[in-house]
């Protein structure tokens, strides 16, 4: 398995702009997390699905934030509007249930102008 | 609620044992972690100890558990500078989920 895939590695992108984070999950994993690393905060997680379902999502900052995951392969973390504070490295993790780890994607470095 | 805690920053010698210190409050976490993320990576599963254990040793790792003062520690022995890294410590929600409550991450400087 190729593991955690999230795309893109990099983005930068102006205050206003809408960004749209993708993860792929391992295949038959059922819990996918969004989390978001900073040098204030440290890593906070923001939402986790369970079988496709959003189970908690009081990490999420704002409103400007949204999550979808349509299917068990693919998740989206978009942002509208951005604005600089959410300046960032975003994961994406998935696990199974009854596994011990999560399995971490290699994040998403996004810097908001 | 539920809270991990780490110091931020250790620096030790290349060859010295290191001891990474974290604790918690959720006396029902089932399982404790520890991660490692080097540069521009993503976080890795380095071990893990279940609660009803008092340590768990495994190669350079050795995990020890305090449940009764809700303290993880990690010594890696002969410290090398691949080991320089953040490595944070979690514990697994009580709630039956998949949910992980992280620490604030400590960073690891090994200097040869």
């Known amino acids: 398995d190729a593991g955690v895939i999230q795309s893109p590695r990099h983005e930068v992108t102006e205050m206003g702009q809408e960004v749209t984070l993708r993860c792929k999950p391992i295949s038959g994993h059922d819990y996918l997390f969004w989390y978001r690393q900073t040098m204030m905060r440290g890593l906070e997680l923001l939402i986790y699905?369970?079988?496709?379902?959003?189970?908690?999502d009081s990490g999420m900052p704002e409103d400007r934030f949204s999550a979808k995951m349509p299917n068990a392969s693919f998740s989206t973390l978009k942002i509208q509007p951005s604005e600089p504070r959410d300046s960032a490295v975003y994961f994406c993790a998935s696990t199974q249930y009854r596994d011990n780890e999560q399995f971490f994607g290699p994040g998403t470095r996004l810097t908001v102008l | 609620g539920e809270d991990v805690e780490q110091s931020l920053f250790l620096s030790v010698r290349e060859g010295d044992s290191s001891v990474i210190n974290c604790t918690y409050t959720?006396?029902?976490?089932?399982?404790l972690y520890w991660y490692k993320q080097e540069p521009g990576a993503g976080l890795q599963l380095l071990t893990y100890i279940f609660s009803n254990m008092d340590m768990k040793q495994d190669q350079r790792l050795t995990v020890l558990l305090n449940k009764k003062d809700k303290h993880l520690s990690l010594r890696i022995a002969d410290t090398q500078t691949g080991d320089s890294a953040i490595y944070f410590c979690?514990?697994?929600?009580?709630?039956?989920?998949?949910?992980?409550?992280f620490g604030q991450g400590t960073t690891l400087q090994v200097k040869p």
């Open positions: 699905f369970n079988n496709n379902v959003p189970i908690d």
């Open positions: 979690a514990e697994r929600f009580s709630g039956n989920t998949g949910k992980l409550i």
């Open positions: 959720d006396s029902s976490s089932t399982y």
